[in-house]
């Protein structure tokens, strides 16, 4: 797991990308009218969110349709919960 995943999740406005895309593809034009930034902006998280792996982008015809990759997503939940574990582990001793 590369820690471009953790600064991709650092973010509130790419954590809740992810949360729409977890109910299902949408394209670019349709999440980006779901914040109240501009276009480049959404862009720009998509972009850290692909590079992160997070997320795959496929060209449909003349729109971008963005979807989770949950392989990802599943191995940095596993992660946090391995070390949410650990730390309440830790702790209980």
Same mark, same amino acid.
């Given at each position: 797991?590369?820690? !471009?995943?953790?600064?991709?999740?650092?973010? @509130?406005?790419?954590?809740?990308?992810?949360?729409? $895309?977890?109910?299902?593809? %949408?394209?670019? &034009?349709? $999440? &980006?009218?779901?914040?109240?930034?501009? @276009?480049?902006?959404? !862009?720009?998280?998509?972009? +850290? %969110?692909?590079?992160?792996? %997070?997320? #795959?982008?496929?060209? #449909? &015809? @003349?729109? +971008?349709?963005?979807?989770?990759? #949950? #392989? +990802?997503? @599943?191995?940095?939940?596993? %992660?946090?919960?391995?070390?949410?574990?650990? *730390?309440? *582990?830790?702790? !209980?001793?």
């Amino acid at each position: 797991m590369s820690d !471009s995943a953790f600064k991709a999740l650092s973010d @509130q406005t790419r954590r809740e990308i992810l949360r729409l $895309l977890s109910s299902g593809d %949408l394209t670019a &034009g349709e $999440l &980006g009218e779901r914040f109240a930034i501009s @276009q480049p902006a959404v !862009s720009r998280h998509l972009a +850290v %969110l692909r590079a992160a792996g %997070l997320v #795959t982008a496929t060209r #449909t &015809g @003349q729109n +971008v349709v963005y979807a989770l990759d #949950t #392989t +990802v997503v @599943q191995d940095v939940v596993r %992660l946090l919960l391995d070390l949410s574990d650990r *730390k309440r *582990k830790k702790g !209980s001793k």
